[in-house]
Nanobody, 128 residues
């Protein structure tokens, strides 16, 4: 069974930092795309950051550029380092993973239109 287990959420004051981590399991081979989405109350889920594993190409939504860093720490482990956090970063953060290859994965993954194959359960980040 596929499992995505997130950790690292919590509460922090504005200007602080948090690092989220996600361990994905269920396949023996490396994933093609890993990323983080978030959803705040009353808002749609949005892609925060993603990484196309094979090429190392990354995507960041405009509001987090220069503050967040997405990294593949090991096979099927992705982290999101969040610096200079703002109250508007408050949301539930979801890990997302694609194992299935597709001809357009190299462009689809690091883009705002990325729709993942698998989702984690989410971890809450609250910035006050």
């Amino acid at each position: 069974d596929v499992q995505l287990v997130e950790s690292g959420g919590g509460s922090v004051q504005a200007g602080g930092s948090l690092t989220l981590s996600c361990v994905a399991s269920g396949y023996t081979y490396a994933s093609n795309c890993m990323g983080w989405f978030r959803q705040a109350p009353g808002k749609e889920r949005e892609l925060v950051a993603s990484i196309y594993v094979a090429g190392g190409v990354k995507y960041y939504t405009d509001s987090v550029k220069g503050r967040f860093i997405v990294s593949q720490d090991a096979k099927n482990i992705v982290s999101l380092q969040m610096n200079t956090l703002k109250p508007e970063d408050t949301a539930k953060y979801y890990c997302a993973v694609d194992w299935q290859w597709s001809p357009d994965i190299a462009t689809r993954c690091p883009s705002a239109s990325y729709e993942p194959e698998y989702w984690g359960q989410g971890t809450q980040v609250t910035v006050s």
